[in-house]
T-cell receptor
Framework: KNEVEQSPQNLTAQEGEFITINCSYS?????LHWLQQHPGGGIVSLFM???GKKKHGRLIATINIQEKHSSLHITASHPRDSAVYIC??????????FGTGTRLTIIP | NAGVTQTPKFQVLKTGQSMTLQCAQD?????MYWYRQDPGMGLRLIYY???????DKGEVPNGYNVSRLNKREFSLRLESAAPSQTSVYFC???????????FGDGTRLSIL
């Protein structure tokens, strides 16, 4: 059974800090997703990756297939980055398995 | 620029009442999904539809029914609401099966 664990559960940082959120999973996967859930509740897909690294603006997602681990980095963090960040993995053709999320708060 | 639209945004029901959550997408996606989100748990798949005319059970289908009315619309029905169904419900759509790309804003449902 594929399990997804995120760390930390909660993270508070000062504006401008470099942020790292981690995601570990238990079995080999075909794809990993990072999603952002806004304080109002809406969910936005940030990245889907199966290897290497992807970058979009100040957000960078990396994945290490051998170590079964992915990280989401935010450079020059801003209060508007405050949200819950969710990792989800897909094993073969199975449904996505979601982590419980990391709540990020950026203080001005 | 609508994406995935869910209605209603909030609803309070009494135990035993029925209701239907509506979802529509305007991106011509084949696949649509219903998830529930509960405190301390990841999103869990209730039902999904890989294409118009097909629906399949997800991880937690008991107590729910779905209808894929056409390519745009995928509704979720609670026939006899129970307090355990108090949750936030999300509809999503995507071009590939099991790869939701766009989510609605959610429906916060409370069953008293």
């Amino acid at each position: 059974k594929n399990e997804v664990e995120q760390s930390p559960q909660n993270l508070t940082a000062q504006e401008g800090e470099f942020i790292t959120i981690n995601c570990s999973y238990s079995v080999g996967i075909s794809a990993l997703h990072w999603l952002q859930q806004h304080p109002g509740g809406g969910i936005v897909s940030l990245f889907m990756l199966s290897s290497g690294k992807k970058k979009h603006g100040r957000l960078i997602a990396t994945i290490n297939i051998q170590e079964k681990h992915s990280s989401l980095h935010i450079t020059a963090s801003h209060p508007r980055d405050s949200a819950v960040y969710i990792c989800a993995t897909r094993f073969g053709n199975e449904k996505l398995t979601f982590g419980t999320g990391t709540r990020l708060t950026i203080i001005p | 620029n609508a994406g995935v639209t869910q209605t209603p945004k909030f609803q309070v029901l009494k135990t035993g009442q029925s209701m239907t959550l509506q979802c529509a997408q305007d991106m011509n996606h084949n696949s649509m999904y219903w998830y529930r989100q509960d405190p301390g748990m990841g999103l869990r798949l209730i039902y999904y539809s890989a294409s118009e005319g097909t629906t399949d059970k997800g991880e937690v289908p008991n107590g729910y029914n779905v209808s894929r009315l056409n390519k745009r619309e995928f509704s979720l029905r609670l026939e006899s609401a129970a307090p355990s169904q108090t949750s936030v419900y999300f509809c999503a759509s995507g071009s590939d099966t099991y790869q939701p790309q766009h989510f609605g804003d959610g429906t916060r449902l409370s069953i008293l």
